[in-house]
């Protein structure tokens, strides 16, 4: 089954795929312990699991013969990146009304 | 975690002319973007600047009215994405209180997922102790190899 290439807000938009997210954030758990908590099938908890790893929300790591889900903190780093855009965004834009009015004054 | 822009800023200007360079097209362009915004409640314009393809936004800002309040107070929906779909669902919302030698514009830019970023804040919570935690497992399976 191919991955769908989504970006930070469209993984967390799922109901199910935040609800995974919740879990994680309180506790690691294997695909299987994962699953028993959905209503529904093992395939589609997969699935949802490898659209947060490709996005980079969670990592896979096997211990034993268990795969285990882990918060990573690279997910989150988007929603940060469009804050800090618009923080310095905002930022250079009120300078440069401060520079347009100014300038009015003066002609 | 921050949900929210905020910047308040000093003007020399009077209340009325600030009001000007944020609701008349021309003006707005001079320090903003190109747009075609009207002050009128419910109008729908829109912000047009360069694409940033890695933060996936087309450079199309998708706004409405959403209050005015001449002189005072100015709220807009700021919407963006790429190829019609939308993912920066967002409020700007303008406040200007006029003082003795000018105005005191206030910017807020507010809701970035604040229903998501509840669960972002969980999250960062959660990530020290999910290390540990993940520490623990390790250990505790490297001495059941060991054993074994």
Not at chain 1, 93 to 104: M, S
């Amino acid at each position: 089954m191919p991955t769908p290439n989504l970006d930070a807000f469209q993984v967390i938009a799922d109901p199910s795929r935040r609800e995974i997210l919740g879990m994680l954030t309180k506790d690691t758990y294997n695909i299987k312990a994962l699953a028993e908590n959905f209503d529904m099938s093992r395939p589609a908890v997969s699935k949802h699991i490898k659209i947060l790893q490709t996005a980079g929300f969670i990592t896979i790591q096997e211990i034993g013969r268990e795969r285990h889900c882990i918060l990573n903190q690279e997910g989150f780093n988007e929603l940060k990146n469009w804050i800090s855009h618009f923080d310095e965004f905002w930022s250079r834009k009120l300078q440069k009304l401060d520079n347009v009015l100014n300038d009015k004054n003066k002609t | 975690m921050k949900t929210e822009i905020k910047h308040q800023w000093f003007y020399n200007q009077t209340p009325g002319e600030i009001w000007e360079y944020l609701t008349k097209a021309e003006l707005i362009e001079k320090w903003l973007m190109p747009n075609d915004f009207e002050p009128i409640l419910g109008h729908e314009f829109k912000f047009t600047t360069n694409p940033i393809p890695n933060m996936g936004l087309d450079g199309n800002f998708h706004c409405k009215v959403i209050e005015i309040i001449p002189l005072k107070k100015l709220v807009y929906s700021w919407k963006g994405g790429s190829g019609g779909e939308i993912t920066l669902d967002t409020i700007v919302e303008w406040t200007l209180v006029p003082k003795e030698n000018g105005t005191e514009l206030t910017l807020l830019h507010s809701g970035f997922k604040e229903e998501n970023g509840s669960i972002f804040t969980a999250m960062f919570d959660g990530w020290d102790k999910n290390i540990k935690k993940m520490l623990e497992h390790l250990n505790t399976d490297d001495n059941a190899n060991t054993k074994s």
